[in-house]
């Protein structure tokens, strides 16, 4: 089955969305673990020149990071059930679970593989000259606390097995990679969400739906990664959803998504209230919905030129993957020599957080011809 080329094409702007998604993490880890912080800034404001001030302002919103996780999930849903919809709508009913599998492994593993080579350099350098965030000795509480070293056996096999956060801890330094757990598993459930959604999208839907409810509800299992998995796969399937409008397996008139697009913008407002009392996973929810809804009106509305030229950065979503992988043990180290010559003080220029996703940026690309792009390829998307 031959892509169109123009459908393609016009596509090409969630490469590009997918990777500012990518460059807003890492300049989020980079505003935490490079630039003074927030409360040192408030205490000597006025030391700030004006255009200093306006950027930290304007930094403030990187603080999201969570948040730009579950807009990945909700995209990810989209581009794998994307053709698949497309398939069902014209009669082909069969899933090869072989092909679907070799191709979710082969996409996933190689970078995630090497992820681990990366953080377990850095953070042997870290290791070795006893940075201060090593030693827990930084002046900020927040990176003593949070950043940690577990290089144990049990800790890469549990994570080489996708078990972070369940059963061990994150692999060094490299926080980041929580989310691929996640992902993992929610490719792995796909082929069952396949066989209900051939027959029905809006019981599909409705299914997922009800175990998210349960488990907000209060259910719990003996097993922890089943009560982290089952609840959110309903943000990833909300992207899945979107796929089946957009093939128009589902029809919604415009009246419905006009009230959509109005939704959209205060649904993404509740998430960032962090002071918000609410439910962790309704509040996930919310802000992929949110992110559904925004998935949807730039899809509606995809010739505009602005929403193509963002399609531009397709480079940069090639890599968004390997850029979010290895960044945070890069960045770390970074912090780490930065705090040896600066007596253990973060500064107040953003200067180091521009030439950190500047320099992560360009790994992440030059590294993704070796790790991603021998894998991938785009006529996987259809």
């Known amino acids: 089955m031959k892509i169109n080329t123009s459908v393609r094409n016009h596509l090409f702007f969630l490469d590009g969305l997918r990777g500012l998604a990518a460059i807003y993490v890492a300049a989020g880890h980079a505003r935490w673990l490079l630039w003074e912080g927030g409360d040192h800034f408030k205490a000597h404001i006025h030391s700030y020149g004006k255009v200093y001030r306006a950027l930290a302002v304007a930094m403030s919103f990187l603080k999201y990071g969570h948040e730009m996780v579950l807009f990945f999930f909700v995209l990810s849903g989209f ?139 209060g259910f719990q299992t003996h097993f922890i990664l089943l009560d982290q998995i089952a609840p959110a796969v309903l943000s990833w399937w909300t992207g899945a959803f979107i796929a089946d409008i957009y093939n128009e397996r589902i029809h919604l008139n415009t009246l419905i998504r006009r009230i959509i697009y109005a939704c959209t913008l205060l649904l993404l407002l509740v998430p960032v209230l962090h002071d918000y009392k609410m439910n962790a996973s309704l509040k996930d929810q919310i802000a992929a919905v949110g992110f559904g809804g925004l998935l949807l009106f730039l899809l509606d509305f995809r010739t505009n030129r602005w929403i193509q030229y963002v399609g531009k950065l397709k480079w940069l979503g090639d890599c968004s993957y390997t850029l979010y992988l290895i960044h945070a043990p890069i960045i770390i180290l970074m912090n780490g020599i930065l705090l040896t010559y600066t007596n253990n003080i973060l500064p107040a220029t953003f200067m180091y957080v521009l030439i950190a996703v500047i320099l992560v940026t360009v790994l992440a690309y030059g590294i993704h011809f070796l790790v991603e792009k021998p894998f991938t390829s785009y006529k996987k998307i259809k």
Request: charged share 15%.
């Open 79 to 217: 581009v794998i059930h994307l053709k698949y919809s497309k398939q069902i709508k014209e009669g082909n009913t069969i899933l090869d679970k072989r092909k679907y599998f070799i191709r979710r492994a082969t996409r996933i593993l190689p970078p995630y593989l090497f992820a681990f080579l990366v953080t377990f350099i850095c953070d042997s350098i870290v290791a070795h000259y006893r940075f201060s965030i090593y030693t827990h000795t930084t002046q900020i509480p927040g990176l003593n606390k949070n950043i940690v070293f577990n290089h144990s056996w049990l800790s890469l096999i549990g994570n080489l097995f996708f078990l972070q956060t369940a059963y061990v801890p994150v692999f060094g330094s490299n926080g980041s990679i929580w989310s691929l757990k996640y992902e993992w598993y929610f490719y792995m459930l796909y082929p069952i969400l396949f066989f209900f959604n051939k027959k029905t999208v809006p019981l599909t839907l409705a299914g997922v739906f009800l175990i998210f409810v349960v488990y907000v509800l």
